[in-house]
Structures are given as structure tokens and as C-alpha cells.
């Protein structure tokens, strides 16, 4: 009997104490559990929704809070404000947007300049087409087409003197660089029928910058002229020589912003080998904050899942970076829907955000697509 009773205390006390230890490795799973939960959930919820917009100064303060709210309303973070480098209107605006509680980003064309008026009193600052055309009065493409030397000293500190005068504004979070690259040697596909060209090469007219100090500076270096050779498209040192021009100038206002406590980013275009080829431009070697290239699909006759293509080229091309991609849709032509799966391909491919371009073009429907995604 008193076997059988010790028996029987036994095997409750064991099951008891399997009971405990399946409690505890319950408890430890679920914790767990959460905590990879919790940590998805951060992580979405780091993903970040920015706009592009362009300033009024004779709009009201009114008027610019009402469309903060919205913004934010609709899930967006932060926008990025372009107000012709004026830091007066960005200090008058920063404060209404960030009492809406987004971020301010100080949007400003770098290298192309169209009617900047200190500029204009300088001629001999602008690039030079390989067939000898200043973009002062001969202009590619279009007549906003007014680009500055990065490599001649008087432009180039002209250029870095208005991001100083952005990054001094007090609340902005970067300043935020655009056509920070060389005239487009190569447009976008889509756009060449608007033009009638047909760019099969390198086009002479729209091959920049062949200007004295540009040339002087290559002879220096490499001890021979581009433009004695028939076919300068293939001289890779001449091409990594325009590369490094801008990428000198990216470093430099990277200092300067760093200086005044801020950060740098910049739109560029789609993934870096691509940026490479067509507009002089390898962002993947700056020393740069956050990129935002503008992987605008349409530009290029490519369908929606190409934003993702284009997004993972250049995260992987960042891996060994500090620097955020965050991916830049344009969304004029989109539907709501493709406004939904373009966000989806941007997170499903490496991005840290989404940049809408630009806050014009939003409708309530995409609006709401942009809210309910936010709040996946």
C-alpha cells in the first residue's frame, strides 16, 4: 500500500513537473513570438512616406497648414521643399509643417540653375557641349536646361554656398539635392519620341562639360585632350572624370551640412550603373545620407513590378553604405491600385520609404492608398 502511495506521488510530482517546464517554454515561445512580432512591427512602421512639393511664397500660412494636415493625415512623414534656395520662405514654412508633425526636407536644383540671377551675371560658369555650346544661351532639351560646371571653382562654390544657406535653416532635416549630375547624355526612353531623337551615341550636343577649366584640369591628370580623340564615349578616364566632379561636390556638401547638424540626401536617377550611363551620375560612391532615386517607371515603358527590379539593384549597389534608399514614384498616371502596388514592390525589395512625386498630383483615392498602406 504504501509502495503503491509512493508510486502514485511520484508520477503526479513528475507530471506537475512537466506541466511547469511546458509553461515555461509556452511562455518563452510566446515571448518570443512577440518579440519578433514587435520588432516587424517597428520595422514597418520605420518605413517612411515622403512628397515632393514646390513652394508659393504667396500662399498663406492657411493654406499650407491645411495641406500639412492632410499629409499627415493620410500617413505621409515628410516633405521635401522646393523654394528656389530661398531660406526665408523655407524658415517661414518649416514650423507649420512640423506642427503637423512632418519632417522638412530643403529641396534645391544643384547643378542645373535655371534663372538663378547671381549665375546669369556669370557666363563663363556653365557647361560646355562637346561642340563648343555654353548652356548660358544654348540650352539641351528644354529652356530650364541651365547647368553650372561642377569642376570650375566660382560655380562650384556657388552651388555650395545656397546648400549652407538651406542646411542654416533651423528644423530641417536634410538638405536634399536634385540634378546634382551632368545634362542627360541619354534621355529616359520614353521621352525621345517628344524630342524625335534617336540616341543610339553619344550625341555631341548633349555631351558635357567641355570647358577650358574642365579640359585643363583632365590634361593635367591624364596628360591628353578628349576632344582629340573620335570617339570620346569609350575614354573611361574622361567619363570617371565628370563621375568624380560630381561625386567631389556631393562629398563637399556633405561636409557642410554635417557642420550645421543636418543631413544630406538627394534624388537621383534609377539604380547606379543605369544613373552611371545616362546622366554621369554613381551615387552609390557618395558620401551621402539618404537617396531617392526616381524610379519613375513610365519614363522608361516598363510596368510597376520594374520599381521593384530598380529598387533592390540599388540596394544591393548600397550594401556596404551608411546610406538609406528610400524610392521615388511617380505618380501622375498611376490608379490608387498601382499606387498600392508600387509602395509594395519598394518594401518587398529593400527600400526604407517611399517619395511621392509631387503632392499635386494626389487625389483622395491616392491619398488613401498612401494611409492605408502606411497603417499595414
Known amino acids: 500500500m504504501k509502495f503503491r502511495f509512493l508510486l502514485f506521488s511520484i508520477l503526479v510530482a513528475f507530471s506537475t513537473i512537466s506541466c511547469l517546464d511546458n509553461m515555461q517554454k509556452a511562455k518563452a515561445n510566446t515571448a518570443e513570438a512577440n518579440a519578433e512580432t514587435a520588432e516587424t512591427t517597428t520595422e514597418d512602421s520605420d518605413f517612411k512616406y515622403w512628397t515632393w512639393i514646390t513652394a508659393d511664397a504667396s500662399r498663406t500660412d492657411e493654406s499650407y497648414t491645411e495641406e500639412f494636415k492632410k ?10 521643399i522646393n523654394t528656389d534656395t530661398d531660406p526665408e520662405l523655407l524658415s517661414r514654412l518649416t514650423p507649420l509643417a512640423k506642427a503637423e508633425g512632418l519632417e522638412v526636407h530643403a529641396w534645391i536644383m544643384a547643378v542645373n540653375r535655371p534663372g538663378d540671377e547671381v549665375a546669369l551675371q556669370h ?46 535653416v533651423e528644423d530641417v532635416e536634410t538638405v536634399h539635392l536634385d540634378y546634382i549630375r551632368f545634362p542627360d547624355i541619354f534621355l529616359p526612353i520614353a521621352l525621345l519620341p517628344k524630342y524625335d531623337l534617336d540616341q543610339t551615341t553619344e550625341m555631341p550636343e548633349y555631351d558635357f562639360c567641355y570647358c577650358d577649366v574642365c579640359i585643363a584640369k583632365f590634361k593635367e591628370m591624364h596628360h591628353k585632350d578628349p576632344r582629340d580623340t573620335d570617339d570620346p564615349q569609350i575614354d573611361m578616364e574622361w567619363k570617371q572624370f565628370r ?24 534624388a537621383v536617377f534609377p539604380y547606379p550603373e543605369m544613373a552611371d550611363h545616362m546622366v554621369r551620375q554613381r551615387w ?38 551608411n546610406t538609406e534608399l528610400h524610392t521615388g514614384i511617380y505618380i501622375p498616371e498611376m490608379s490608387p491600385e498601382e499606387v498600392t502596388e508600387a509602395i509594395n514592390q519598394a518594401k518587398a525589395n529593400g527600400a526604407k520609404g517611399v517619395s511621392f512625386f509631387d503632392g499635386n498630383a494626389f487625389t483622395p483615392e491616392k491619398l488613401a492608398a498612401v494611409k492605408a498602406a502606411s497603417e499595414e
Open 71 to 80: 499629409y499627415k493625415e493620410n500617413g505621409l512623414d515628410a516633405v521635401l
Open 123 to 168: 557666363p563663363d560658369w556653365y557647361q560646355v557641349s562637346r561642340n563648343g555650346e555654353s548652356c548660358y544661351d544654348n540650352r539641351p532639351y528644354v529652356d530650364y536646361y541651365q547647368w553650372l560646371c561642377p569642376t570650375k571653382e566660382e560655380s562650384r562654390n556657388h552651388i555650395l554656398s545656397l546648400v549652407e544657406g538651406l542646411a542654416k
Open 243 to 266: 563621375l568624380n566632379r560630381i561625386r567631389d561636390l556631393v562629398n563637399d556638401a556633405y561636409k557642410i551640412v554635417h557642420e550645421n547638424n543636418k543631413e544630406l540626401s538627394a
Open 284 to 321: 552609390d560612391k557618395w558620401d551621402i545620407d539618404y537617396v531617392l532615386p526616381m524610379i519613375y517607371n513610365n519614363f522608361y515603358n516598363e510596368e510597376i513590378d520594374w520599381i521593384g527590379f530598380a529598387t533592390k539593384q540599388g540596394v544591393q549597389d548600397l550594401e556596404a553604405k
